[in-house]
Nanobody
Framework: QVQLVESGGGLVQAGGSLRLSCAAS????????MGWFRQAPGKEREFVAA??????YYADSVVGRFTISRDNAKSTAYLQMNSLKAEDTAVYYC????????????????WGQGTQVTVSS
């Protein structure tokens, strides 16, 4: 049974930083691309960043502020978020899909339960 468990969300002031983690189990982690998505109240779930063994993608809105990484030995993906803005407030989800990596949320097979990120202005 595949499980993705996010952690690291919380309340932070604008300009601050948070690091999200996504611990995966029940899959061969290195064979999967990992993505981060977010969903704000009343909005569609949107792509944030994704990583495979060879490629990384970012949404334009987070380029230069967010960094995605992964540790295959720990079966964990990370999202380092710096210079946070109020508009980054959302529930953040990690997701997994077999390679190759991509930004299309409909292509992801497994999802975590989400972690809330709230940025106060």
């Amino acid at each position: 049974q595949v499980q993705l468990v996010e952690s690291g969300g919380g309340l932070v002031q604008a300009g601050g930083s948070l690091r999200l983690s996504c611990a995966a189990s029940g899959l061969t982690f290195s064979s999967y691309a990992m993505g981060w998505f977010r969903q704000a109240p009343g909005k569609e779930r949107e792509f944030v960043a994704a990583i495979s063994w060879s490629d990384i993608y970012y949404a334009d809105s987070v380029v230069g502020r967010f960094t995605i990484s992964r540790d295959n030995a720990k079966s964990t993906a990370y999202l380092q978020m710096n210079s946070l803005k109020a508009e980054d407030t959302a529930v953040y989800y990690c997701a997994a899909k077999r390679n190759p990596v991509g930004p299309n949320r409909w292509a992801y097979d497994y999802w975590g339960q989400g972690t809330q990120v709230t940025v106060s202005s």
